[in-house]
């Protein structure tokens, strides 16, 4: 009865070895995915954002004017990520964010259309804040398609971008219940006004768009049914 005591104690001293063996290499797996990731394997990994720009808030705030105007040249790739960086990018070990956020629930989700920036093809584009990068969801020009969502603003067709904010709702409501809303659209302006700024640093020219169809955007976008768009901001020269 000993011997078999002693027998059964081993093979269960032995499934535990196993088990944390186990264990121990799917943390290691999963550490290695992400830090590959964290280090540059997404498909459209944007350069790094700067931090010492030469205009001042003082100056960028005086300069600021909607402008619906735009010239047929390119935007940069360092500059899309910047403007991108400047709406909702990492700026804490923590994940904290360029634009406040109730709770720090993060509820905005930005989509890009590129029509005309260099060394990125034309499409739609998901920023991935975690990563300062960009998750490719459509090659397709919708410039035209959101002009026409925005009750016919074909201003919008001729930005060399159009920067699309969405909201999920439900990440700021299941704290705050309906005065989430709210929040959600407070947050929604302190995003674009950053944007915005930054264009002004970067010396490009936008303008805040809100008459449009969310539903017609939200198609055009093929947006998650929880994504509700907010706000559109058309980017150019």
């Known amino acids: 009865m000993q011997r078999f005591s002693t027998g059964m104690r081993a093979i269960k001293s032995g499934v535990i070895a196993l088990a944390r063996l186990v264990l121990l290499l799917a943390v290691t797996v999963h550490s290695a995915v992400t830090e590959s990731r964290a280090e540059g394997d997404w498909p459209m990994k ?20 909607s402008v619906r105007t735009f010239e047929a040249k390119p935007l940069t790739l ?9 709406a909702q990018g990492i700026t804490h070990s923590e994940g904290l964010r360029t634009a406040p956020s109730a709770g720090a629930l993060y509820p905005l989700e930005i989509y890009l259309v590129a029509g005309n920036i260099s060394d ?9 804040s975690r990563y ?21 603003q074909m201003f919008i067709r001729d ?10 709702y439900h990440r700021t409501t299941r704290k705050y219940g ?14 674009a006004e950053n944007l915005f700024l930054q264009a002004v640093s970067l010396d490009l020219k936008t303008v805040i768009v809100g008459a449009f169809e969310d539903e017609a955007v939200a198609n055009t976008l093929a947006l998650p049914e929880a994504h509700v768009p907010l706000v559109i901001m058309p980017v150019g020269r």
């Open 178 to 191: 309906k005065r989430g809303i709210q929040y959600v659209h407070m947050e929604a302006g302190h995003a």
């Open 78 to 86: 360092s500059e899309i990520g910047q403007l991108l960086w400047a």
């Open 120 to 128: 990125l093809p034309t499409g739609e584009y998901h920023y991935v």
């Open 132 to 152: 300062h990068a960009l998750e490719r969801l459509a090659d397709t020009d919708k410039r035209a398609q959101l002009a026409r969502a925005a009750l016919g």
């Open 159 to 168: 930005a060399a971008a159009v920067v699309v904010f969405a909201g999920v």
């Open 46 to 65: 944007l350069p790094e954002a700067g931090t010492n720009g030469g205009l001042s808030v003082e100056r960028a705030l005086q300069q600021r004017r």
